[in-house]
């Protein structure tokens, strides 16, 4: 990843920038994906910050903006990889991978004894980073998130 952007932690204060990222980022899916699934990926500031006090969320920081966001829900020994997006004019400089690599350690470093993820076919740019990372085709569920296919994927940790 290129300098000078990082990756760290989220924090609470960070609710209101990543809420924003997230509409941004969703809302160019506007006619492409089902409204409530594009919806519920689109938390409020508020209910951001629920996410933030329950989960492991981390960021990519560009000069105190928010540019790229993931989060890890562990459960079972299993880290669900979750939640990943980028802000567009940042796209293509390795941020994306910079915060699967991140998740991975994590995972890692609690115990896990994988990292997997669901998503939906027409995200081709994110099929191909986890593929790239790893990350096998385990699954296939079809109309499952409000009428979309949905394709799950795994990278075991050793
Ligand atoms: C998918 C996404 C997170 C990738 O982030 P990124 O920071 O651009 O990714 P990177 O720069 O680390 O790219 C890593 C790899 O991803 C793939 N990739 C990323 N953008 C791509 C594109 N436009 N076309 C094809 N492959 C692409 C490539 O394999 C790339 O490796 P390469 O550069 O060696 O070819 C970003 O495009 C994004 O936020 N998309 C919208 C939201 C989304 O799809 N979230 C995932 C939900 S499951």
Same mark, same amino acid.
């Given at each position: $990843? =290129? !300098?000078?952007?990082?990756?760290?932690?989220?924090?609470?204060? !960070?609710?209101? @920038?990543?809420?924003?990222? %997230?509409?941004?980022?969703?809302?160019? %899916?506007?006619?492409?994906?089902?409204? /409530?699934?594009?919806?519920?990926? @689109?938390?409020?500031?508020?209910? $951001?910050?629920?996410?933030?006090?329950?989960?492991?969320?981390?960021?990519?920081?560009?000069?105190?903006? &928010?540019?790229?966001?993931?989060?890890? &829900? $562990?459960?079972?020994?299993?880290?669900?990889?979750?939640? $990943?997006? &980028?802000?567009?004019? %940042?796209?293509?400089?390795?941020?994306?991978?910079?915060?699967? =690599?991140?998740? &991975? @350690?994590?995972?890692?470093? =609690?115990?896990?004894?994988?990292?997997?993820? !669901?998503?939906?076919?027409?995200?081709?740019?994110?099929?191909?980073?986890?593929?790239?990372?790893?990350?096998?085709?385990?699954?296939?569920?079809?109309?499952?998130?409000?009428?979309?296919?949905?394709?799950?994927? /795994?990278?075991?940790?050793?």
């Amino acid at each position: $990843m =290129n !300098d000078p952007t990082s990756i760290r932690l989220a924090r609470s204060t !960070d609710a209101e @920038q990543i809420s924003r990222l %997230y509409k941004d980022v969703w809302d160019e %899916y506007r006619d492409e994906f089902p409204d /409530e699934l594009r919806i519920s990926r @689109q938390p409020s500031p508020e209910e $951001m910050k629920t996410w933030l006090g329950r989960e492991t969320y981390f960021v990519a920081v560009d000069d105190d903006e &928010i540019v790229g966001v993931v989060g890890c &829900i $562990m459960e079972h020994g299993a880290c669900l990889l979750t939640h $990943m997006a &980028i802000e567009k004019a %940042y796209r293509r400089r390795g941020i994306g991978t910079a915060l699967t =690599n991140t998740v &991975i @350690q994590h995972a890692k470093s =609690n115990g896990a004894f994988k990292v997997w993820l !669901d998503t939906v076919p027409i995200l081709r740019e994110a099929i191909s980073l986890y593929k790239k990372l790893g990350f096998l085709k385990s699954g296939h569920l079809k109309r499952h998130f409000w009428g979309a296919d949905v394709e799950l994927y /795994e990278l075991v940790l050793t």
